[in-house]
């Protein structure tokens, strides 16, 4: 059974920093390509950032930094590292992957940015 697990969620006021985690279990982690999405009150799901196996790095330009997403494959576990923070950065945050053409989500985490 594979098991995407979130947390590290929370309020803050703009300008501040959180830390993601997203812990993985019944996959292989260190060959998995992980992505971090959000979604906002009533808009779509979207991307936000990956990192790849070999450590590569991908961000959306609203984010690009401010967020830093890593990985510890010893842990099984992908962080998104967000600082300097904005209202617009409110929303559930997903962790994501894709193991054997099967696509993974996580329960998400919320994110709530107040001025």
């Known amino acids: 059974q594979v098991y995407l697990v979130e947390s590290g969620g929370g309020s803050v006021q703009a300008g501040e920093s959180l830390r993601l985690s997203c812990r993985t279990s019944?996959?292989?982690?260190?060959?998995?390509?992980m992505a971090w999405y959000r979604q906002a009150p009533g808009n779509q799901r979207d991307w936000v950032a990956q990192?790849?196996?070999?450590?590569?790095?991908n961000y959306t330009d609203s984010v690009k930094g401010r967020f830093t997403i890593s990985r510890d494959n010893a842990r099984a576990t992908v962080y998104l590292q967000m600082n300097s923070l904005k209202l617009e950065d409110t929303a559930v945050y997903y962790c994501?992957?894709?193991?054997?053409?099967?696509?993974?989500w996580g329960q998400g985490t919320q994110v709530t940015v107040s001025s």
């Open positions: 994501n992957t894709k193991y054997r053409n099967v696509v993974y």
């Open positions: 019944g996959i292989n982690f260190s060959i998995s390509r």
């Open positions: 990192i790849s196996n070999d450590g590569s790095t």
